[in-house]
């Protein structure tokens, strides 16, 4: 062996080489990126709809308050990285062209707050449509609700929906009211029902 070869190897085995030290640097990194799309994939597995929002503007304390109203309503608001969120959302049920990455999307531009909808969609949907009404924010950008893509004024129209539990309620208490009461409350619940999905409807036509 040369004696350069050999100082080669020494110097190699004291000072590593500026691509192994940086390998070493973004291996961490790399890992933390993998554990939040494992986790991100998880959510999305597990939800039945999901609703991307604009969350910039909301204070520190808004946002916690917004995230926690939501929560009790069986769903979940989570500030997502546009780039993990996107590649999470490959090869998933609730992947659509507006979802596939594309760097010229208009749909992930600026931050996003994604709303992960593990039940009935209404109760979570109108906490977004109050905290809009009150705040101005956040903006809704589009939802995905069964692999369709929803529109801005779509998911607030299902807001003013009323909610499972209240449907109920309404059919408990017009089973103690006259028989007419009860036709008349679920005919309308059902009319707006069949209003909203017509809409979509139309929307996945064009589309």
Known sequence: MSKDSGSGTIRHLINPTQENMEQKKVSPNRAKKEKIVAKLKEKIRKAKGLVFTNYQGLTHVQLEGLKNKIKSANAELAVTKNTLLKLSLLNTKHETRNTKQDENSSDFQGPTATLFLYGDPVGPLKEIARAIKELSLPTIK??????????????????????????????????????????????????????????????????
Do not use: D
């Not at 109920?168 to 707006?192: E, Y």
């Open 142 to 207: 589009f939802g995905i609700l069964e692999g369709q893509v929803v529109s801005v004024a779509e998911l607030l129209k299902i807001s003013t929906l009323a909610s499972r539990e209240t449907l109920l309620a309404q059919l408990v208490f017009g089973l103690k009211s006259p028989i007419s009461g009860l036709h008349r409350a679920l005919s309308w619940n059902l009319q707006k029902l069949v209003m909203t999905l017509k809409a979509i409807e139309k929307t996945k036509g064009v589309n």
